[in-house]
């Protein structure tokens, strides 16, 4: 019977590329599960009180509040989620009710773990480049490609 002997250097080497492929393996499956997830869920319109429904109401109020200078809650007319992307469509008004200002809608971005305002719509009418406008939702997924389609409201 023969015997062979590896050099600790060979031996090391060996285990190295068999940990290699173990973690290769199994981090593989596990992108994979999450990219069939991605595809399968169907999109959410996530209720009052849910933590995903509030970041994405503060981040647009935050931006807001930039732009306009001015404290406001919003009223949701339309909200839809899927894979960190969120359409959002809302009536704005003061916190205490009594000043009312003009819809708000707009696409929203959850990148590293943060809601953040990725376009907000333009709402004049007999522009081109807005809502009113019957391409508006195919321009913005050219700008977007990685936008759900789901979260988009029907034209």
Same mark, same amino acid.
């Given at each position: ?7 600790p250097l060979t031996?090391?080497t060996?285990?190295l590329?068999l ?6 393996v199994c981090?593989?499956?596990?992108t994979? !599960?999450?990219?069939i997830q991605?595809?399968t869920?169907?999109?959410q319109t996530? /209720? $009052?009180?849910n %933590?995903?429904r @509030? ?7 935050q ?9 406001m809650?919003?009223?949701? !007319?339309y ?5 960190g992307?969120?359409w959002v469509h809302? /009536? $704005?008004?003061s %916190?205490d009710? @009594?000043n009312?200002y003009?819809d ?11 809601w ?5 719509a333009?709402?004049?009418?007999e ?5 009113s406008?019957?391409?508006?939702f195919?321009?913005?997924? @050219?700008r977007f490609p990685?936008v ?5 409201p029907?034209?």
């Amino acid at each position: 019977m023969r015997h062979y002997y590896f050099s600790p250097l060979t031996s090391v080497t060996v285990m190295l590329f068999l940990f290699m492929g173990i973690f290769t393996v199994c981090t593989a499956s596990q992108t994979q !599960k999450e990219n069939i997830q991605n595809h399968t869920t169907p999109a959410q319109t996530p /209720l $009052p009180g849910n %933590p995903v429904r @509030k970041a994405v109401l503060d981040a647009l109020r935050q931006k807001m509040k930039h732009l306009h200078k001015s404290d406001m809650i919003f009223v949701v !007319k339309y909200l839809k989620v899927k894979n960190g992307w969120c359409w959002v469509h809302t /009536l $704005p008004q003061s %916190p205490d009710g @009594k000043n009312r200002y003009e819809d708000i809608s707009a696409l929203l971005h959850r990148k590293e773990g943060v809601w953040r305002v990725a376009e907000l719509a333009c709402t004049e009418e007999e522009n081109p480049e807005c809502l009113s406008n019957p391409a508006y939702f195919s321009e913005l997924k @050219k700008r977007f490609p990685k936008v759900p389609e789901e979260i988009l409201p029907e034209k």
